[in-house]
């Protein structure tokens, strides 16, 4: 064998300790590891014999290529190895040959032997493998089974208790149900009943306040009469006696001697020996005082009498307050406001004309309308009561943002006029009509019916709900005047107001975007508030 090269590796595996190589059983199978350890033993063995072998194969090779292109010339061949050589090298040459073939055979056997162990170790893996997974399976399978039975169980107890509840609360809700409609039958049946009876006793009683009102109307002119013609008969007697005084005077003399001496002294009274005047003479001055009364002086000592005042402006109001440290604001609220309140007044008084009117109409044109085809769509209503205020509670705004500090024009009405507008629309409109389907039946007596509506809404009720959101849009003028993290307080403009507005004013100056301790911005806190909120300082 020529050097350098290596020699051949005698370490490998036999095929008996292949196949009696035995592996440890676990719970599931073989050890996994445990084969995969032994696999690569078997495959370590096995590259080791091909190795070998191509080391054998690159020997004989190379014997091969020697022999087929020797180096030496014959006769040194001849001298050198002589025939006995050259039989040892046949003898080599097939010794190599029968050790490469045994080698194919031992490696291929090994690598049969070892793949159809692996094969069988695979199979028994996998069929043990097959088994655990069906017995995993099978278990699942069976909890599954179990799982959907107590389940369908406990749905179908469930269930079952569910429709008896159900089931009872059915019945219980139908009793119930039959009893509220029972009782509401009887509500609605009494509540008709008085309803009927209310509407004829309301009825009755608007008829006689009406009555009573007219009675009182002309109670009042006719005690206007009676005072007006007892002044005239007071001032006449108060004339006449003057006069008669003044004819008294000017008959008794400039000096009287003692009256009570000489009355004393003779027994006679000396105002019997003055001359008194005639009758015919003291009618006349009467007369003349009277005309002189109807011309609105008689001289009484140089006063005049029927230019007097009356008796009321000469007294003092006695419930007169003082004035306060508020006197000037409320005074210029009033001045800046006053006039705008008297302007919005009648627009809505024009305005309820008006609609009395339009209704009026209807009804002479078409008798037995009732309800709401006498009134009419509702938002057309708001609209005419809307427009009527809607410019005005802009001027309140704007009086009041002057008030606030604002400059004039600077600061929009915007949404504030508006809902003033539509609040005092709504208001109206809403008991107006409610008052007006209440007894607009058709027929004979609507006519009188919308009158008496109508009647509701003039003189004070009107003035006052003019006054509540005149004073809302002015108020809302104000704070729009006052910047969003100034402060504002609230004002009392007289001393009967309510607890609210006292809490309000107590509570000093509070900042704009918290409000006032009762949860208004600004007034009104009530109908019929005329508080101020002004700015803090202001």
Same mark, same amino acid.
């Given at each position: 064998m020529p050097e350098g090269r290596s020699p051949i590796s005698s370490a490998r595996v036999s095929t008996g300790d292949i196949a009696r190589h035995s592996f440890a059983i676990v719970r599931r199978g073989f050890d996994i590891d445990e084969v995969k350890t032994y696999l690569q033993t078997v495959a370590r063995s096995i590259e080791v014999l091909e190795e070998r072998e191509q080391e054998l194969r690159d020997a004989v090779n190379e014997a091969d290529e020697r022999a087929a292109h020797p180096v030496i010339d014959e006769a040194t061949l001849t001298a050198s190895l002589g025939q006995h050589s050259a039989q040892i090298l046949r003898h080599a040459h097939d010794e190599a040959a029968r050790i490469v073939v045994q080698a194919q055979e031992g490696a291929a056997t090994l690598l049969r032997e070892a793949q159809s162990h692996a094969n069988e170790i695979q199979e028994r893996s996998e069929a043990a493998s097959a088994e655990r997974v069906a017995e995993a399976e099978l278990m699942v399978a069976?909890?599954? *089974?179990? &799982?959907? !039975? @107590?389940?369908?169980?406990?749905?179908?107890? %469930?269930?079952?208790?569910? /429709? &008896?509840?159900?089931?009872?609360? +059915?019945?219980?809700?139908? %009793?119930?149900?039959? =009893?509220? *409609? @029972?009782?509401?039958?009887?509500?609605?049946?009494?509540?008709?009943?008085? $309803? +009927?009876?209310?509407?004829? !006793?309301? /009825?009755?009683?608007?008829?006689? $306040?009406? @009555?009573?009102?007219?009675?009182? =109307?002309?109670?009042r002119f006719a005690i206007d009469d009676i005072l007006s013609q007892m002044e005239r008969s007071d001032d006449a007697a108060r004339a006449a006696a003057v006069a008669a005084g003044d004819l008294a005077r000017l008959h008794m003399p400039r000096e009287l001697p003692d009256v009570e001496a000489s009355a004393d002294a003779e027994g006679v009274d000396p105002l019997h020996e003055v001359p008194a005047p005639s009758v015919d003479e003291l009618f006349a001055r009467i007369r003349a005082a009277t005309d002189l009364e109807g011309e609105g002086a008689v001289p009484v000592g140089g006063a005049e009498v029927g230019g007097a005042e009356s008796e009321a402006d000469l007294e003092a109001d006695p419930e007169a307050a003082p004035e306060g440290p508020d006197h000037d604001l409320i005074v210029r609220r009033d001045e800046l406001l006053s006039p705008i309140s008297a302007q919005l007044s009648r627009h809505v008084k024009r305005a309820l004309g008006d609609d009395q009117n339009r209704l009026l109409d209807v009804l002479r044109s078409t008798p037995n309308l009732s309800g709401e085809e006498l009134l009419g769509p509702e938002d057309v209503h708001l609209s005419t009561f809307t427009t009527a205020a809607q410019g005005h509670m802009a001027e309140a705004f704007a009086a009041g943002s002057v008030f606030g500090g604002a400059a004039e024009g600077s600061i929009q009405p915007g949404a504030a006029a508006e809902q003033a507008a539509a609040g005092l629309s709504r208001t109206i409109v809403? +008991?107006?009509?409610?008052?007006?389907? @209440?007894?607009?039946?058709?027929?004979?007596?609507?006519s009188e019916q919308v009158g008496a509506a109508f009647r509701e809404w003039r003189g004070e009720r009107i003035e006052r709900l003019v006054g509540d959101f005149a004073v809302q849009a002015f108020s809302a003028g104000v704070a729009a005047a006052v910047s969003p993290d100034g402060r504002v307080r609230w004002v009392l403009t007289s001393s009967d107001g309510c607890s609210d507005c006292d809490d309000n004013a107590l509570a000093g100056a509070v900042p704009l975007t918290e409000g006032f301790p009762t949860g208004h911005a600004y007034p009104p806190a009530h109908s019929g508030c005329r508080c101020l909120v002004t700015p803090e300082g202001g």
């Open positions: 069976n909890a599954r *089974q179990e &799982a959907r !039975q @107590e389940v369908e169980g406990i749905r179908a107890d %469930a269930v079952a208790a569910g /429709e &008896a509840v159900i089931a009872s609360a +059915k019945e219980e809700g139908r %009793a119930l149900l039959e =009893q509220v *409609q @029972e009782a509401r039958k009887r509500v609605i049946g009494d509540l008709a009943t008085r $309803r +009927k009876a209310l509407s004829i !006793q309301i /009825e009755q009683l608007r008829a006689a $306040r009406d @009555e009573m009102a007219a009675s009182v =109307q002309g109670v809403t +008991k107006l009509r409610q008052r007006l389907l @209440e007894g607009a039946d058709g027929g004979e007596g609507t």
